[in-house]
Each structure stands twice: as C-alpha cells, then as structure tokens.
C-alpha cells in the first residue's frame, strides 16, 4: 500500500479550496459533505461557488495568496484549473505543512479522493492509488446497489441505541444483537421505510432478547424485469442476495441470478407456454413449505409480479400459511418495449388511456374484453399475444379494426435478441412469419388517429 486510507475528523475544521472554478466547485460539493468549514481563495467565483457564498456557506478570500492562507488546516485542494498555477500554489501550501491534493496531479498530492459510497455514517472510500479511476466508480456502482439508500440512518438509529445494549447485554450477546439488526427483519423493514417500526424493534430485542429466538421464514415476490440485468430495482438485488432459496421463471435471464448469494438454492419453477411443466398449486406449495422451514425465499418473476403473474394464487397461499410476504415490483414488459423503440406509453392529449391486456382467453371463440376498449386515445398492450395472434386477428376482423389498427411489435424486448416490427392487425401473421417472430413479445395495439408508439428506432 503505497496510500494508507484514515477517516479524517472534519467538524470545525478548515478547508482551503484554491480555485473559483468547475474543479473547485466539484471538490467543494464533496467537502460540503461534512462539517468543514470551507473557504476559497479565488479572484473569481463560477456561479454555484458564488451562490455558496451568497447563502453563507463557504468563506470566499480575494487577497494575495502566501502559506498563510493554507494554515491551520484539514486538508487544501488546488484546483485553479491551470497546472502552472497549480504547481506554485501547492508550493505555497507545502511551505505551511498542509496536507495537499493538487486535482490531476497524483505525483503533487500528499492525499487522494477516493471514490464515495455516502450513506453517512457509513462511508466507504475506494481508491486505487491513481491507477484505474474507472475501476473504482465500477466498484462504487456496485456497491451502491448492494447498500440500501437508508442504511446510514440505521446505522444511527443503532449508534444511538448502543448504550441500552451495553447495559443491559453482555458482549457476546450484543453482538449476535447487531448481526440480527443489521442482517434480518429490522434491516428488510428499515429499508422499506418503516423506520420506527425498525427503531422499536431493536428496543424490544434489547429488552426481551428476541433476537435469540429462531427466525421465521419469508417471502418476496421479486420482479426481475424484462431479462437485462440493470432493469431490475434495487429492492431486487437485495431481496436476491438475502435470499436462501430462489424459484425463478422461465422468461428470467439467467444473468439476473448471477446477482443472488452464490450458495442460495435456485429452482427452476418455469411453465412454458402450453406444458404446466410445474402446475401453479404445485408451486405455492414449494415456496410456502421453504418459508415455513425458515427460509428466506425469493419467487422471481419476469417482469413485475403484479401483470400476468399469478401473483394473487400465490399470496392466497402465503396468506392461507399465515406467512409474511413482500412484493417488490419490477419493470413490466409493456414498459420495458415501448422504451426500446423510442416509445411513450402514454401521451397527453393523443393517448390518455393505456390498457394492459392477455392475449390468452378462457374462452377463445369470444371476443376478449379489451377489444371493446380499443378506440381513439387508447392503447392497448398485449401481453403472450403471439401465441393466439390467429384468435386475436379474427376477434379484430369480426370488430371491423383490422385494416384500422397499428401493431407494433416488440420481440424480447431490452435482450440482446430484441425484435421489432410494425404493421396493421391485417397483416400480423404475415409480419410475424416474415420476421420469425415468437414469445416473448408485446404487441402494441393503437387507433391511427393518434400518434404510432414508436418514434424511433435505433
Ligand atoms: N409479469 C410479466 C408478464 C408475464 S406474462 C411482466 O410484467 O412483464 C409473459 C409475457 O410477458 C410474455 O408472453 C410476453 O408477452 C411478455 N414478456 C416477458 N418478457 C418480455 C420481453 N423481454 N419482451 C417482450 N415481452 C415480454
């Protein structure tokens, strides 16, 4: 290590920051973080660094700059923005021993910024000694994803509950307290914004010592998204990586497992169109027995659980074996199409109504419902509508809409093998054969008069 990483104590402590433009200001936004107190030597100030200024909330010096200016302090940037300056200011600042980081100068700096991952008090710097600023923002996203946006405030609701635990818990007790705190129901419930319900359940664990007792098993509906890794919610990255046993989807990308623990139980749990390989009561009793034997268990579903997913079967049952469940929604298809093809799903004025439809009817010799909705300012999407386009085409004839309504169609939508086409409900079946078209796919079913879904395509 050629770099030692140390949090410095910041409250009432000087920041000289050389420089009134972008570079300072940048290094400001970070040292406004803390408690410092700022002040810039600058002849000038851009306008966010004048507008701190205005509001009280940095010092602004315009004089000459001496090592005088650079004493008593924290930590001075030199960020001028011109690397001759910068080179006689860091002397300046060496002569009255401050500790200096000269911006885009790694060999003038006593210090190096690391990349942050802010969830004050909890802070984690990444640094690489300058050798691959990129790789460090890459671990920074990473950990992003892996640290819920309230976990700083966990962190204090327990920084001030520390002394209740010492006094009424031995050590070894206090920290299998902590493990329960920060890797269990408080933790699940803290991140959902139930913050005083986490708050008085660390109370009571402290009291009663219900931290002790065995955990009980839940569950999460999880929506993974379309298929492309990044589309599913952070919620789902974290309820996956909780998880002890995963019952995926077969329209759930195996790159989306890849984000679960490595030793988590993955079952595969798919019904393909038309072959019940696993009948829905069969998979209700798989996930309810897993939770009752104390697991946490993660049923991944494409897209969000609420569409076409059977959720309701399945929270029945939850709720029949009085188990708790969570459901975390994720990027429904209907969305995650229109995005790919420069779309809008609604649209003020032209498209003010948006209908989520199956194309598979209990009943196919009759019209489905949504037929009756489709007009002017409407539109609808399909969804598993490739398999009964036949059906949906004479439904659509029958109505006398065929030449009238647009289709767009958006094959595996958001994944590498994504398919696009467009035509009108009388030409479907010959668009989806010319362009080999099959499930998955949405298609987009709009009145003329209205603008088509798709704007561009790239
Ligand atoms: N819960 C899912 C829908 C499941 S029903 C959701 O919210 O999206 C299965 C149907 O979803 C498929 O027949 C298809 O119509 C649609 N679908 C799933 N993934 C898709 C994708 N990547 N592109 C287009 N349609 C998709």
Known sequence: MKTF?????????????????????????LILKTEAKITILAVALDPELA??????????????????????????????????????????????????????????????TPSIVDRSPVVVAIGTEGTAPVLARQIKTKLETLLEPRLGDLASIAGRLRD???????????????????NGPVRDAHATGAERKAAMMIKEAIDTGSFKEPQTGSVALVGAGPGAKDLITLRGVKRLQEADVIY???????????????????????????????????????????????????RLK?????????????????????IPYEIVPGVTSASAASAAIGGFLTERGTCDTLVFATGQSEDPNK????????????????????????KIVTHLQAAGLANRIEVDIVANAQRPEQVVAQCRVNTLLATLARDSISSPAILFLTWP???????AIS
């Open 51 to 112: 507008d701190l200024h205005a509001t009280g909330r940095i010092d602004w010096q315009t004089g000459p700059i001496t090592p005088d200016s650079f004493a008593d302090t924290a930590l001075v940037f030199i960020a001028s923005g011109c690397p001759g300056l910068d080179a006689s200011l860091h002397k300046l600042a060496k002569a009255a021993g401050a500790t200096v980081n000269v911006v885009d100068q790694p060999d003038l700096c006593d210090a190096l």
């Open 449 to 455: 008069s209205q603008p088509a879904l798709r704007v």
């Open 367 to 390: 019209a489905p419902g949504w037929v009756a909705t489709l007009r002017p300012g409407t539109r609808v999407a399909v969804y598993m509508g490739v398999g009964s386009a036949e």
């Open 164 to 182: 209740r635990a010492a006094m009424r818990l031995g050590a070894r007790d206090r920290r299998d307290l902590w493990r329960w705190v920060f």
């Open 248 to 298: 995926y989807d077969r329209l759930v990308d195996p790159e989306i497992l890849d984000l679960a623990r490595r030793d988590a139980e993955r079952v595969y749990v798919g019904k393909a169109p038309g072959c019940h390989h696993w009948p829905q009561d069969k998979i209700c009793n798989v996930i309810v027995s897993a939770a009752q034997q104390g697991k946490r268990v993660v």
């Open 5 to 29: 990483p140390m949090f410095l104590q910041m409250r009432g402590r000087r920041v000289v920051i050389a420089g009134g433009g972008e570079q300072a200001a940048q290094k400001c936004r």
């Open 302 to 322: 494409c897209g969000d659980p609420g569409v076409f997913a059977r959720g309701r079967e399945e929270a029945d049952a939850l709720n029949a074996a009085n």
